[in-house]
């Protein structure tokens, strides 16, 4: 780096010389601040930084590696989530032998597409369906329906309050889908044929009641605002089968997710609707998860808190499910033995085979904890180009560059020596890993610390 500053500095110097007179001194003030910064940039080294930039190059011939740190890991249920106008929005319900069941819904607030609406003289209601736009992404057999059930919300959502996965709004009782047991059967990639072929999405046909109750209220559009006091939204949930499930994903502010209300009017069929826009609306997902349907080993870990477990499988799952907590019980002691971490990589081994159904997530992520109590406080190696924690499907393994990390846990008191891995995204995907724990039955694919340090 600074060989190549050095050389840029001399060809930069001799265009100056040739190209130098009395009214360009401005050419000079430019170089010498150059050369002031490259000499600040050549002499300024960071001392918590040691290490940092040696990545598989010849610097680490002459560090120590190791892979025998000890660890220590289980998995534990995930607090609160935040699950508050996601980018995306789950629904379903999924069967899964090892995690047990969740379910999937969500409550969302609708405006009325103009405020200055007019359904004309004696509207007919034709029908109200409610339309969700999917975004082409499940989790499960999409081959397996479900069953979904929609109600009106009795309760505000708040325009600033912070909701969680297991907030449940008050609702109505009475199920609104014009088909007491309507059966969703998920196409997230199937085009619809309307009058034009329009992107995926699913159509559920709503009561009558509710279309007659919304055309005859056009004094309650005039703000959004007076028509969300009117009509607090709705609670959209799902009813599981005698089957596996699937839980699909859908876009709830796309154009193509509102309440379709259509009426005849002057004998001309009409459509008003009512959207969930992103600025001016709240969602909320909402999951279910029961533990307690899942495999033995899984409950005994995560339900009844055996750690010693996690030395053989451990277990990750988004929607707020399950996290795995990574001890470095002995790390503190580097910091009385000389001793600088250049490069250190955590490996995870996804265990079992691969499956179609419950494929392992394409990336994980890691927060720390301070010593406050406050957690979800990212890693600064996460910053960096080579922070990793995308899965390798050669190799079946996650890895993560926790170098710096590591020299903190060492040198500062404030850091705490265990991290948490976690699903990625953790709210609007629905996804779940089994990994192999510190102690598996095969050795080399355990959850391990890669370590390169030198002594001095």
Same mark, same amino acid.
């Given at each position: ?25 401005? $050419?000079?003030?430019?170089? &010498? ?65 090892? /995690? ?6 969500? /409550? ?51 325009? #600033? ?20 047991? /309507? ?12 009058? #034009? ?29 007076? /028509?969300?006091?009117? &009509? ?17 994903? &859908? ?17 001309? #069929? ?153 699903? $990625? ?32």
């Amino acid at each position: 780096m600074l060989m190549n500053i050095t050389i840029f500095m001399k060809s930069l110097w001799s265009s100056l010389l040739e190209n130098f007179n009395l009214r360009s001194t401005y $050419n000079l003030a430019f170089f &010498f601040s150059l050369a002031l910064l490259a000499g600040f940039q050549a002499c300024q080294k960071d001392p918590n930084a040691i290490g940092l930039d040696l990545r598989d190059r010849d610097d680490l011939l002459n560090a120590i590696f190791t892979d025998t740190v000890t660890l220590t890991a289980y998995s534990v249920l995930e607090d609160t989530l935040n699950t508050r106008n996601l980018s995306s929005n789950l629904l379903g319900f999924i069967k899964d032998p090892v /995690f047990g069941t969740t379910s999937a819904g969500f /409550f969302a607030q609708f405006v009325p597409e103009g405020n200055s609406v007019n359904f004309g003289n004696a509207p007919q209601l034709d029908s109200i369906v409610l339309t969700l736009r999917y975004t082409g992404s499940f989790f499960g057999d999409t081959l397996n329906p479900f069953v979904i059930q929609v109600y009106r919300l009795t309760e505000d959502i708040s325009s #600033t309050e912070t909701y969680y996965q297991n907030k449940i709004f008050a609702h109505s009782s009475e199920n609104l889908t014009y088909h007491n047991d /309507f059966h969703l059967y998920p196409k997230p990639s199937s085009k619809v044929k309307l009058d #034009t072929i329009v992107e995926a999405h699913a159509r559920i046909r709503l009561d009558d009641e509710l279309g007659k109750l919304l055309l005859g209220v056009p004094s309650e559009m005039v703000t959004n605002d007076v /028509f969300k006091s009117f &009509f607090k939204g709705l609670y959209v949930c799902a009813k599981p089968l005698a089957n596996d499930g699937s839980i699909v994903s &859908f876009a709830l502010t796309s154009a193509l997710t509102c309440i379709q209300l259509y009426y005849k009017n002057d004998s001309l #069929t009409r459509r008003f609707q009512f959207p969930i826009r992103e600025k001016e609306t709240v969602r909320v997902g909402n999951y279910d998860h029961n533990y307690n349907a899942g495999n033995i080993s899984f409950i005994n870990q995560v339900v009844y808190k055996d750690t010693l477990l996690g030395r053989e499988l451990l277990y990750v799952q988004s929607m707020g499910g399950i996290q795995t907590k990574i001890i470095f019980p002995h790390i503190k002691a580097f910091k009385d033995k000389n001793m600088v971490i250049n490069k250190a990589e955590l490996v995870i081994t996804y265990a079992g085979e691969e499956n179609s159904l419950f494929p392992p997530p394409n990336q994980l992520n890691l927060y720390r904890v301070n010593n406050k109590g406050e957690n979800n406080i990212p890693l600064l190696d996460s910053y960096t180009s080579f922070w990793g924690g995308r899965y390798n499907t050669t190799t079946k393994e996650y890895r993560f560059s926790i170098t710096r990390y590591l020299q903190d846990v060492i040198l500062r008191e404030d850091f705490q020596p265990y991290i948490y891995l976690i699903a $990625n995204p953790r709210a609007g995907s629905a996804s779940r890993l089994i990994l192999n724990g510190t102690h598996p039955v095969d050795h080399s694919s355990r959850l391990r610390l890669e370590l390169y340090y030198t002594e001095h």
